[in-house]
Structure formats: structure tokens, C-alpha cells
């Protein structure tokens, strides 16, 4: 390709919340709208990896589908030549580089996996599947495939990438020649992306954590299709502390911090509320911008077409292919397949 590549993908297997949304989702939407005519933008459905840990299988397809229309709610701009959406399983060169790219993988590179080890610690022995320990071996794939020089990540993804670095590298040098690109290193990645890219939101009960998907009660979570009146009983019975007044401090005062940086991202003032006295004020200000926002975002979800998503996704997949096989085609020579 004559453009740099930029990929990225976002597990759909539960539903995206505020903190996908400011943390993923809207950064990579303005880098397409705005440096689209730059570079080339692959945003992947990595179906594959959402099932590397057990979820609700029955409601895979209709997450992806939801995806789908949120990034086109969003104002993803799919019509443009160098934006490719697709979803990963429609590409069968994301699963047969996997397994070669394993068959060059040492036991201990994944065992030292600190995501692996904190996953696992959660789901215990028997829940923990070898997907989820190969799991960073399909997202070198995932890059590696489409020559991506340039993969936005957070701090527990940084460990995969350098790992995709050297397993590149370990390709181009044992058949001395440049099989692979090998993806920019973790700090030019985040100076490529700014410092939105990776952003935490913290759970709005526990702020110690970062507000996730997999949280099982949901109550300290703001989901994309929360109700706005849920959403704003979520924020209003949300954490602070017993303090006297509004003060912006993460190390002591987590919980309003984390409100105070809500507030700000959804296009608020933290300054008008530090020094306050009480906490209601503020809390009803975030739920204000919060529950705002998703009624916009839920009309705009609603007249999305239904019908247009498989052929926009069949189109991603046509042009994505065509990059993927070239990429498999040179391995499987190298490697004496073909």
C-alpha cells in the first residue's frame, strides 16, 4: 500500500460504554474523518477474540450488528475509499497466520503475558481457554497481515504490540527479507495518537477500577444504550467521599475526580465545580451532559439502515482480503507451504 496503515478494533461482545466511546471509539473516528486522505484506516470487528473468554454466543451477531451502527451513528465516514470495516472471521488469513505465527512462538513469551496471568487469575483453570493465552499471537495477525504500522493501544495491550514487533522481526531476519512491517514501537504509538488515545474512565461505584464492560452489575458502568434516566441514577448515586468540599485528586479522591473528568470530556467546566461544597451540583451536571448525550446518540443509532450493514461490511471485507492474502501468500512461501 502507498499509505501508512492504521488499525484498530474493539471487542463486541458486551455492550460499549462511555469509556470506550471517549477512550476509542471518538478518537479513532476524528483520525478518519480527518486524515483519511493520509493514511489508510482498517477499523476490524474482532469477533474471533471476543470469544476467547466465555460470553453469550446467542448475542454475538446482534452485538456486532450494534457495533456496527454506532461507529455509523458516529459519523464514521465508510464511503471514503481508505476506510475499511470488517469483520475479522470473514477473513480466513487472520486464522492461518495465527497458527504459523504460533508454530515461531516459544511457551514462555505467552506465559509471561501479564494480561494472560491477570485474566486467568479471574476466570480460574477450568474457565481459562488456550485462546485466551494465545490471544496475543491472533492480534500479530490481526496487524501484521495488513502491514499496520501504527495500532492505538493502552497500557495492558502495550506487551502485545512488542510482542508483534518481535515476532516480525524474528520473521524478516530468519528468511532475510522484509516479510512483515513491523508496527511503530509504544511510545511512538502514543505520540502518533495523542494523549485521548488509551483515556480511563473510571466505574462510578468502585473508582479505584476502570470502568469495564465485563463489570457484572453494570451499576458502575454507563453503557452506550443505557436509558438517560438510568444513566443519570447511575451518576447521581455514584462515589465520592466524605470530604468538605470539590477537589480534583486522583490518588485520595478517585471517585470525584472521576466525575470531574467525565464532566470535562462531555464538553463541561471541572473548574466551576473544585472548591464547592457539596457534591450534588456536580453529580447532576455530569448526569445533565451524560443523559444529553446519549439520547442524541440513541436517535441517530435508531435511523441508522439495518440493510445497509451487510453491504458495507461485505465491501470492508472484499478490500481487506485482498491485502491479507498478498501478506499470507508471502509467508506460506517463505515458510515452504506454497
Known sequence: MSKPVVLTGLRVNNDLHIGNYL???????????????????NLFIPDLHSITTPVDYQQLQPSIQATVKTYLALGLPIDHQDINLYRQSRLPAHSELTWILSCFTSFGEMHRMTQFKDKSQQLGNERTS????????????????????????GDDQSQHLEFTRDIAE????KFETEL?????????????????????IR????????MSKSDESGKGVIFLSDAPEVARKKIMSATTDSCSEVAYDYVSRPGVS??????????????????????????????????????Q??????????????????????????????????IQLAVGLK
Open 258 to 295: 472521576n466525575l470531574l473528568d467525565i464532566l470535562e470530556l462531555f464538553g463541561g467546566n471541572k473548574n466551576d465545580f473544585i472548591g464547592q461544597q457539596q457534591y450534588g451540583p456536580l453529580k447532576q451536571a455530569v448526569a445533565d451532559v451524560v443523559a444529553d448525550f446519549l439520547s
Open 130 to 153: 488456550v485462546g485466551l493465552f494465545s490471544y496475543p499471537i491472533l492480534m500479530a495477525a490481526d496487524i501484521l497481515l495488513h502491514d499496520a504500522e501504527y495500532v492505538p493501544v
Open 23 to 41: 477512550g476509542a471509539l471518538l478518537p479513532m473516528i476524528d483520525f478518519a474523518r480527518n486524515k483519511a486522505d493520509d493514511y489508510q484506516v
Open 297 to 330: 446518540l440513541q436517535e441517530k443509532i435508531q435511523s441508522v439502515n439495518t440493510a445497509d450493514i451487510e453491504k458495507i461490511l461485505q465491501s470492508g471485507e472484499d478490500a481487506a482480503t485482498t491485502t491479507a492474502n498478498a501478506t499470507l501468500q508471502r
Open 180 to 200: 512483515f512491517i513491523v508496527p511503530k514501537p509504544v511510545k511512538q504509538q502514543h505520540e502518533f495518537f495523542g494523549k485521548e488515545q488509551g483515556l480511563r
Open 203 to 210: 466505574d462510578l461505584v468502585d473508582p479505584t477500577k476502570k
Open 170 to 173: 524474528r520473521f524478516n531476519k
